[in-house]
């Protein structure tokens, strides 16, 4: 497929011809779904923890006797029934961590990325501001691209310049592509790439894609 590629003016400079096998992938929606669960529940600490009534510390002696009070049947200081006792069911330090296959995580970078491609969602910019940092013109490709939400710049290494540029811009981020997840594809409205970052892109894609035909 074709996709029209762009000045910094956001003027038509002429189009850039991609794989399908990596920009117009068929939309998975299960699979899309499973990849962001994973990556959510992987970035969760799972450091949250109460204490039960035998890690508290407090007498284990009971209050008064069984009989003749008049009151309730009552326990030790540490009943949970008791302000200040143990926590019944409450949450222990714990892993969330989930593992997904490697071809479905593909599969899913592949689904996302196409999906964004035929929305409109993927500008294509001929080259991107990156001698020194400077906010104005990270603004003005912003302006040009046409941003109406959340904005993902996609490089093809990493630039720490651009990302200076654009660390003050609220819903901007700068991502190299090589690290790029399914999540930050999905949670943004725009993304915009240089002709360098879509040809490293196939070729991280495409290369993997060849190996595991040969295994």
Excluded at 18 to 31: G, I, L
Excluded at 94 to 105: D, E, F, I, N, V
Excluded at 127 to 151: F, H, N, W
Excluded at 184 to 202: F, G, Q
Aim: charged share 25%; with cysteine; proline share 5%.
């Amino acid at each position: 497929m074709k996709i029209a590629v762009h000045n910094l003016k956001g003027e038509v400079t002429g189009d850039v011809e991609v794989q399908d096998s990596v920009f117009d992938v068929p939309f998975r929606e299960a699979v899309v779904h499973q990849a962001v669960v994973c990556l959510l529940a992987n970035r969760r600490q799972g450091t949250a923890a109460t204490k039960t009534r035998s890690e508290i510390s407090g007498s284990t002696s009971k209050l008064y006797g069984q009989k003749g009070t008049g009151r309730a049947r009552r326990g030790s200081v540490k009943s949970p029934l008791l302000r200040g006792g143990g926590i019944v069911f409450g949450p222990s330090p714990r892993s969330y961590r989930q593992r997904l296959p490697r071809k479905m995580k593909r599969l899913a970078f592949k689904c996302a990325l196409s999906m964004k491609m035929r929305e409109g969602g993927v500008w294509v910019v001929e080259d991107m501001p990156a001698e020194r940092p400077r906010t104005k013109d990270i603004v003005a490709l912003l302006d040009s691209a046409g941003q109406t939400g959340s904005t993902l710049i996609v490089t093809p290494e990493s630039q720490p310049v651009l990302a200076l540029s654009a660390r003050n811009l609220k819903g901007t981020k700068v991502r190299p592509c090589t690290t790029l997840s399914t999540l930050d594809v999905m949670t943004a409205d725009k993304l915009i790439d240089p002709v360098s970052a879509l040809r490293k892109m196939e070729t991280i894609w495409v290369r993997e894609e060849d190996n595991d035909e040969s295994a």
